[in-house]
DNA sequence: TTATTATTTTAGATTTGTCTAAAAATATTT
DNA sequence: AAATATTTTTAGACAAATCTAAAATAATAA
């Protein structure tokens, strides 16, 4: 239906858009896609003919409706494949995306649905983002920065902010995933660093660790 | 590492040179390819420049080990693809190929490494092929056409000789399936059609239908 | 408000993979 | 062996997606 290209525009004017809002401008594109902002004009126009965009001269562009679910879609198969590579082939946390986005251009309507059937139906990937339905639809989920704990709290983590490859890592040498019961055991007032326990273990976070850490409140549950 | 059209390319070329030998022609690979002898021509200078094949002007390509090497690694991949749509995600013997045709594409040796494991390291694929491993090793299986067995021989299913889309779903509504015993109940001479029993239930096939049906003896096993 | 800076677009070139049409080489007939 | 047919290659063009360099527009500062 669309060419690769065409679909990582779509996906990343998606992502910015939900971020900042409608508008998206030409250099924001650019740098996320890595090319140069002549390129993305070029391609920009392209979408509006599709009918995929609207694109406004010097103003920026916003999805259409179809644009959206477009996106939607190639959002939900690659969340889709992160739950795959991570609870089927035992792939770690910071691995899964690189190969994810390569897979999320597969064509196929019935793969997906039937790898929707074989994970169960999965409402959120490793990273605590939420799988859209077949129809696009999907709701935010009330998840909160570890930060944002109250000490005594307890959490179940649901997802990163920044997917950082070396952050990843970390979590995974720490043994925090998804689903991992986090306890927050106190707070430092002097660097805002956090001592916490995860499964049986206790440990101390800096801060940057703990605004980067989603949880789910574990009351709410 | 290669671009889509390459890997197609050394694939093709591959399936033509087991089939038919040395020297594939710019024609063959055009029809496989279904594509014209020019962009042929054009594609295995490029490929010979990258050492993958020897060409001369005329006469014929080869494939070089190196490769020899990619087009099996590509094998593997699809072979292993169609394998897991068929166990786990239940697709029917027809509907594999083509999206395995994608699948085989995605660049990650650790992918392919998991995929094989999760799968249990088959050895042939839903079409009876053998399944290369890492190092593009594999040995020709000993399976024979169904038209070549002997009356009351027993077989068991291991592939099929052409993969037509519409002969394919015949084996789907027969119940024919990778792994079907099947006995020979009795041939006719006059128009060579064939009396089987698969599982418990026994029909008439034709000479068609044999000729393109690969069993392995029982006996062997 | 005018000058300066930053952003965005246009124009023209490049790469990859393809095509058509014509030329060259090879194979087949007569 | 010459004529004909087939196969293959070359030459030149094209679409997709990108780039550089220059021009146009918008935003910011003096």
């Not at 990582?8 to 996320?32: Q, R, W």
């Not at 599709?50 to 679910?69: A, E, N, Q, R, V």
């Not at 991992?180 to 002097?190: G, N, Q, V, Y």
């Not at 273990?201 to 949880?215: D, M, Q, Y």
């Amino acid at each position: 239906m669309f060419t690769l290209a065409e679909e990582n525009y779509l996906k990343t004017i998606y992502h910015l858009e939900s971020l900042f809002g409608e508008g998206v401008s030409t250099n924001a594109i650019a740098e996320k896609l890595e090319t140069k902002p002549s390129s993305v004009t070029d391609m920009v126009q392209k979408l509006a003919d599709k009918k995929l965009l609207t694109y406004i001269k010097y103003k920026g562009t916003s999805l259409t409706d179809l644009g959206k679910k477009e996106a939607t879609n190639i959002i939900r198969k690659h969340r889709l494949w992160e739950v795959f590579l991570l609870e089927k082939l035992q792939f770690q946390w910071h691995e899964v995306h690189e190969i994810a986005e390569q897979l999320e251009h597969i064509q196929s309507e019935e793969l997906v649905d039937r790898l929707d059937a074989f994970l169960g139906y999965p409402t959120t990937d490793p990273h605590g983002d939420p799988i859209p339905d077949k129809n696009g639809y999907f709701k935010a989920t009330d998840k909160k920065l570890l930060a944002s704990m109250k000490v005594s709290e307890q959490g179940i983590c649901v997802g990163v902010k920044d997917s950082d490859d070396e952050f990843l890592k970390y979590l995974d040498k720490k043994n925090i995933a998804i689903g991992s019961m986090i306890t927050l055991l106190a707070k430092e007032d002097f660097d805002h660093s956090l001592h916490i326990k995860v499964d049986d273990h206790s440990f101390f976070i800096t801060k940057a660790i703990s605004e980067n850490l989603f949880v789910k409140s574990h009351e709410s549950e």
